[in-house]
């Protein structure tokens, strides 16, 4: 089914279930026939963003740089889902004006204290020690989205029912 392309864009905390829900989104837009690409902020950080740090300048290139390919992807028809910390609200607006097509943002909602709690790479314990430096939430800012056209909250719902709030929303807005 091609259709008209679109960037879905994941934010929220490290841990917060962003690559999860974007994994599962992904498969069932790709189950419909959509040309679906995920952008994941670990991958690209492994690949286009090698060498960068964890500044607010570092920070808000990585992110530019995974826009600018969400932007790509979605003005030539494929679905874009980008699923990045992208801690800084000001590039994530800059990300969505820069967009051609559709852009929805989703705030991966959850607690520091429930992330603290699950932290199954023990990185929040590290950051709450001073052993990582810059950490989103913690020793750097996070600033949530103040009006994402979705909000999924996992500390509470299900990755099915999270999924599912994301395509019934795709649905509405005649993009799926």
């Known amino acids: 089914m091609a259709g008209k392309g679109f960037t879905l864009w994941f934010t929220g905390l490290s841990g917060a279930g962003k690559s999860t829900l974007s994994t599962v989104v992904a498969d069932a837009l790709a189950a419909r026939g959509h040309a679906v690409e995920r952008l994941d902020g670990d991958e690209i950080r492994k690949r286009l963003s090698r060498g960068l740090g964890f500044s607010k300048a570092d920070r808000d290139e990585n992110i530019r740089r995974i826009g600018f390919v969400a932007r790509l992807l979605s003005r030539n028809g494929a679905v874009a889902i980008a699923a990045a910390i992208s ?40 950051a709450l020690r001073g052993e990582i430096q810059n950490f989103s939430g913690v020793s750097d800012p996070y600033e949530p989205p103040l009006t994402p056209e979705i909000t999924v909250h996992t500390d509470r719902e299900s990755v099915e029912a999270s999924r599912d709030l994301v395509i019934h929303y795709l649905q509405a807005q005649k993009l799926i």
Do not use: Q, S, T
Not at 89 to 109: G, L, N, S, T
């Open 87 to 126: 801690p800084y609200r000001d590039v994530r607006d800059e990300v969505r004006r820069d967009h051609d097509a559709p852009f929805i943002e989703i705030f991966v909602d959850c607690p520091l204290e429930a992330l603290v709690k699950r932290d199954p790479k023990g990185l929040y314990a590290k």
